[in-house]
Every structure is written in structure tokens, then in C-alpha cells.
């Protein structure tokens, strides 16, 4: 005896079935706006790019006015720091190209020369690169402090780290 099919069973087969396809129209609909905001929307503007000296001299007029990230060593020498004026001056190479930074803001305490920078900011027609934002590089590694420690330093060390 097989059992008979109740008579409200196949109208609701197509009706789960209905409601399953407009969810997968609706889901590709929304997914397709999606895609097409992004591939059309003014995004480019937007993006900042990490170039070294050598990059940014190959892209030419390219670099001017678009905002850049740009890495490299503090030439030795060429630190110019105006505290009074908020101002600071250098030269960022790779060890082909140096291009000559002016940046606003007081500089990190790490920053001198020789050490890797990323400065943030605009190329400007004269070839001057200007930034507001300056990060310097540094190892993550931590290195201990070469010579033994006497007991009183020792003490003062673990009660500080103790107190915080």
C-alpha cells in the first residue's frame, strides 16, 4: 500500500521552488550591482601607491599631484630640521634616483639618517616631493642591551615593568 499524495503537497513543491529561483535572481542581481559599482566607480582616485624613487621617476608626469607612498633611505647629510617652523627637509634614494622631500609635522624620534623612510604626500611640478606624513622603518626584533646589568638596574627594571 503505497500512501495516497495529499492534495496541497504539489502546490507547495512549486511554490518552494518559485521562491528559491527569485532569491537566486535577486542574489545574482545584487552581486552584479555590486561588481559594476566597482568596476565603474571613480575608485582610482582614491588609491595611493607605494613606489620607490626609480618608480616614481619612470612614471613622469603620472606622479605629479596623485598621492603616493613613498619608500626608500634617508640620504647621509641631508637632514634640514626647522623646529621653529615645523619643517623638515631631505633626500629619500634607493641608490640610483634621490628625490628631495619637504615635509610638514615634527619627525619621529627614530628618524635619522641612513634609515629607511615611507613618506606620504604629492610630487609637485618642480620635482619637490611634499608630505604631511612620515613613517620610519624599523626591525621588529628586539635586541638586548649589550654588558651586564647590576642588581640595583635590575631591580628598577622589574619594578617598573611591575608597575605597569
Known sequence: MTPEPSPSAPAARPAATLQ???????????AGLALSVVAFGDLGEDLVYFWDP???????????GATIRLGGVVKAGTVQWQPEAN???F???????????????????MFREGIGVVVEGTLT????????????????????????????????????????
Open 91 to 109: 633626500i629619500v634614494t634607493d641608490g640610483k634616483v634621490e628625490v628631495p622631500v619637504e615635509a610638514t609635522g615634527a619627525p619621529p624620534q
Open 87 to 89: 619643517s623638515l627637509k
Open 20 to 30: 528559491r529561483r527569485l532569491f537566486l535572481v535577486g542574489s545574482l542581481l545584487v
Open 125 to 164: 611640478k618642480s620635482g619637490v616631493f611634499t608630505s604631511d606624513r612620515l613613517m620610519v622603518k624599523h626591525s621588529n626584533e628586539y635586541k638586548a642591551p649589550e654588558g651586564e646589568m647590576s642588581a640595583e638596574e635590575r631591580k628598577t627594571l622589574y619594578t617598573t615593568v611591575e608597575e605597569l
Open 54 to 64: 626609480s618608480q616614481m621617476q619612470a612614471a613622469g608626469e603620472d606622479a605629479v
